[in-house]
Structure formats: C-alpha cells, structure tokens
C-alpha cells in the first residue's frame, strides 16, 4: 500500500534548499541573497543584482566596472550560431530560436565536462554578454533583417534597448529598460527554474539546463504570458472595450493572461506595482494614458470578480510597448534577463547535487 503526499502541481512543495532567493509572503519580500528585490530596483541596477546572485555580495564601483566589461568582452556570437538562425523556417518564434542558439553554444565549449563552480561562472559571463545579441538577432534574422552590431561604448542595458530599436535610448527610457530586467532578473522557484534544476541534477550541462528552461518560459501560463497581455490589449481602443473583453474572456471560463500566481495568491505581485509606476511614467513622457487606463480598469475588474491580482507580466507588457519593442520579443527579454538566476540556480545545484526522482500516485488498470 502507498502512502500518499500528493500536491498537484507541487503546490506547497519544498523541492531544494537554496542561499539564492526565497519569496517571503509574511514579511512581503522577495529576498535575493539576503536583500529585498524590490528595494534593490530602487537603487541598484540590473547589473549589480546580476553580479549579486553570481557572487554572493553586491559589487563595488571597481567590481561593477570590471563586471560590465567582462560582459562586453563576450557579446560576440558565433557566426555558425547566426548561419542556423538564419535557416530556422520564418514562422519560428523568437523563443524557440534563442532555445536553438543557447542549445548550440555547448558545441563551442572547450570544457563542457567541467561542472566546477569556477567554469560555470565563466559560462554565466560568457551567456550574459551574449543573450542581447541572441536575442535580438534571432528575431531580426527571422524577420528577413540583418543582425544587429552590439555597441560597447553604451551600458549593458543601453546596448540591449540600442539592439531592439535601433535607436540609442534616452536616459529615462534606458533607465526604466534596466529596471524592467532587474524585476524579472530572478524569483525563486517558478517552473523554468526548476526545470533547469531538473536537468542539471543528472550532471548535465549549464546550456542543456537553460535550453530546457526557455521551454519552460514559452509557456504563456509563464513567461508566455506577457505578449499575450499586449495582444489582449491591443485588440481594443479603450478601457471600457478592455473590461468588456475580460468579462466575455470570464464567461467564456478563459484564463486571463496577466493575472494570477502560484505565490502571490491574496494580493498583486510587488514586482507589477514597480511596473505600474514605470507605466505611468512613461505615459507621463507621451500624455497618452491610454494603456494605463486600460490597464487599471482591467485590474479593478479582475479583483471585484475573480480576488484575482496582477502578476509582473501584466505591467510589464505595456512598459515594453511604451519602450518601443516589438511583441515577439517580450518572453525572450524575460529569459535573458533570467539567465543570471538560472545560472545561479545550476551552479548551486551543481555544488549540491542529488538527482531529482519523485514518485508517482498510481491510478492505472488494477495489477
Ligand atoms: C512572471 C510570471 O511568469 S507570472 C505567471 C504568468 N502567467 C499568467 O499570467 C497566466 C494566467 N495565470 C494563471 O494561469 C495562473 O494564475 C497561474 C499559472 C499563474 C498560477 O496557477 P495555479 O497556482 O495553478 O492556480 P490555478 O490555475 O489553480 O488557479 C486557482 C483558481 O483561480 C483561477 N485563476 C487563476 N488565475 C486565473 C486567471 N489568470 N484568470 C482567471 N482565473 C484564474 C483558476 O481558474 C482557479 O479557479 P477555481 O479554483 O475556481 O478552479
Ligand atoms: O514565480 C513564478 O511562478 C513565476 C514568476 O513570477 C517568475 O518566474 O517571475
């Protein structure tokens, strides 16, 4: 006879131990080695929290610099790695092209075999300074346009923005851009985290673990879920077009995309308010409130009917429209930024391994 544990969906699970990060709902924290996400948008920049999850501690000024240049000094990709983009049938997403690009770049791995805390660490520089060209080259080479030159005379963030738009951003847009990849830099254990734990507890590599993870954040009930949103409000000119699409989306049972969490059950993810401000920020630049108002009057609906929040995904969506970038590239922006948890997470799963094997709760023919 079996004894049962079963929790679908994991819910509630511990499935590791980690010094990585931990979503405190009672203290309301989302802590990164021991600081507050959300205070750290506040003053620091996606590079530091970057550099905080690979190395324990914050950088200095001389840390951040030498970090930032070790970045530059990786955004070159392969040229094979563009020529394989460059026959992915059109139709391909951008997602799954960045999935092929990462899965390629184990080939050009000297010591793929060497799982040492030292040599995944230079991997995470390596992948960190090459996701924006990944990125955005894989979606220009599928629209027919030739890649993209990275410019290391901008910051990490500045480039990424320069990269997506072709323009070199203003200070507020890069800002608010930095901001954007801070928020979505790392949180605990969602599904492509943990698929990427999965995979490295056979002892299999860094790249396998992350192209398994972009799998994951296809998905729009995760990562997926951000271009949803703008196509949703994209379908209609204001808000109340907007709250009589949610209401038929809810008769009709639909999921609304944007809202919901695993963790954040009784109130909005800390994260989306950010992006709400940067929202209305940048509405501010343009005096179009349009999406804004769309946005909250979708917010308001969705607590009197479901008790249901907004999740990062929500306001992030019409923050990367306001910043000029194109749909498509929303989820793999999310992963990019990602990468620097994810490789956090496979480096420490490394350091402690024991392969994950669960169970199952038989419910097949008698035997
Ligand atoms: C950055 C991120 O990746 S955040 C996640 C982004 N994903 C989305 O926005 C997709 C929409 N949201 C969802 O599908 C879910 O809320 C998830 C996947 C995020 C969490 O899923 P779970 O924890 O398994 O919650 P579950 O789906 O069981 O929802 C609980 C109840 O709330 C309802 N619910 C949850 N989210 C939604 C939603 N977005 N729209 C409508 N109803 C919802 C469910 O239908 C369910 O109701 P029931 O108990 O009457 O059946
Ligand atoms: O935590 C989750 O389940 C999903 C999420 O918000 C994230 O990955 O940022």
Same mark, same amino acid.
């Given at each position: 006879?079996?004894?049962?544990?079963?929790?679908?969906?994991?819910?509630g699970?511990?499935?590791?131990e980690?010094?990585?990060?931990?979503?405190?709902?009672?203290?309301?924290?989302i802590?990164?080695r021991?600081q507050?996400?959300?205070?750290?948008?506040?003053?620091?920049?996606?590079?530091?929290?970057?550099?905080?999850?690979?190395?324990?501690?914050?950088?200095?000024?001389?840390?951040?610099?030498?970090?930032?240049?070790?970045?530059?000094e990786?955004y070159?990709?392969?040229?094979?790695?563009?020529?394989?983009?460059?026959?992915?049938?059109?139709?391909?997403?951008?997602?799954?092209a960045?999935?092929?690009?990462?899965?390629?770049?184990g080939?050009?791995?000297?010591?793929i075999?060497d799982?040492?805390?030292?040599?995944?660490?230079?991997?995470?520089?390596?992948?960190l300074?090459?996701?924006?060209?990944?990125?955005?080259?894989?979606?220009?080479?599928?629209?027919?346009?030739?890649?993209?030159?990275p410019?290391a005379?901008?910051?990490?963030s500045?480039?990424f923005?320069?990269?997506?738009?072709?323009?070199?951003?203003?200070?507020?847009?890069?800002?608010? &851009?930095?901001? *954007? @990849?801070?928020?979505y830099?790392?949180h605990e254990?969602?599904?492509?985290? %943990?698929?990427? /734990? !999965?995979i490295?507890?056979?002892?299999?590599?860094?790249?396998?673990?992350?192209?398994?993870?972009?799998?994951?954040?296809?998905?729009?009930?995760?990562?997926?879920?951000?271009?949803?949103?703008?196509?949703m409000?994209?379908?209609?000119?204001?808000?109340?077009? &907007?709250?009589? *699409? @949610?209401?038929?989306k809810?008769?009709?049972?639909?999921?609304?995309?944007? %809202?919901?969490? /695993? !963790?954040?059950?009784?109130?909005?993810?800390?994260?989306?308010?950010?992006?709400?401000?940067a929202?209305?920020?940048?509405c501010?630049?343009?005096?179009?409130?349009?999406?804004?108002?769309?946005?909250?009057?979708?917010?308001?609906?969705?607590?009197?009917?479901?008790?249901l929040?907004?999740?990062?995904?929500?306001?992030?969506?019409?923050?990367?429209?306001?910043?000029?970038i194109?749909?498509?590239?929303?989820?793999?922006?999310?992963?990019?930024?990602?990468?620097?948890?994810?490789?956090?997470?496979v480096?420490e799963?490394?350091?402690?391994n024991r392969?994950?094997?669960?169970?199952?709760?038989?419910?097949?023919?008698?035997?």
């Amino acid at each position: 006879m079996q004894t049962i544990n079963y929790k679908p969906g994991l819910e509630g699970v511990i499935a590791v131990e980690t010094a990585i990060s931990f979503l405190d709902s009672e203290k309301e924290k989302i802590v990164i080695r021991g600081q507050d996400l959300i205070e750290l948008s506040k003053q620091k920049s996606y590079l530091d929290v970057a550099y905080l999850l690979l190395e324990g501690n914050l950088p200095s000024p001389v840390e951040k610099a030498a970090f930032e240049q070790q970045l530059k000094e990786n955004y070159d990709v392969p040229k094979e790695v563009i020529d394989v983009l460059k026959i992915l049938p059109k139709k391909t997403h951008p997602m799954d092209a960045q999935r092929t690009a990462i899965s390629m770049l184990g080939g050009f791995d000297e010591q793929i075999d060497d799982r040492s805390v030292a040599a995944n660490k230079k991997r995470a520089i390596e992948l960190l300074g090459k996701l924006p060209s990944i990125t955005v080259n894989s979606y220009r080479v599928l629209q027919n346009q030739d890649p993209i030159q990275p410019r290391a005379d901008l910051s990490y963030s500045a480039n990424f923005l320069y990269m997506i738009t072709g323009k070199v951003p203003t200070a507020i847009e890069e800002e608010i &851009f930095d901001r *954007l @990849l801070l928020l979505y830099i790392e949180h605990e254990m969602p599904n492509s985290t %943990f698929s990427a /734990r !999965v995979i490295a507890s056979t002892q299999s590599d860094i790249y396998g673990a992350l192209t398994g993870a972009v799998a994951s954040l296809k998905g729009n009930l995760h990562g997926g879920a951000n271009e949803a949103v703008m196509y949703m409000l994209n379908d209609v000119n204001n808000a109340q077009s &907007f709250v009589n *699409l @949610l209401k038929d989306k809810l008769n009709k049972k639909e999921k609304i995309m944007g %809202f919901g969490h /695993r !963790v954040y059950m009784k109130k909005m993810d800390p994260r989306a308010l950010i992006m709400k401000e940067a929202l209305h920020q940048l509405c501010q630049q343009t005096g179009d409130y349009s999406l804004y108002e769309k946005c909250e009057a979708g917010e308001k609906l969705m607590e009197q009917e479901k008790g249901l929040f907004p999740n990062l995904d929500y306001y992030a969506a019409p923050v990367y429209w306001m910043l000029g970038i194109p749909i498509p590239l929303y989820t793999p922006i999310f992963f990019s930024s990602r990468t620097a948890g994810l490789c956090a997470h496979v480096i420490e799963q490394h350091e402690h391994n024991r392969i994950f094997r669960p169970r199952v709760k038989y419910i097949g023919k008698p035997y």
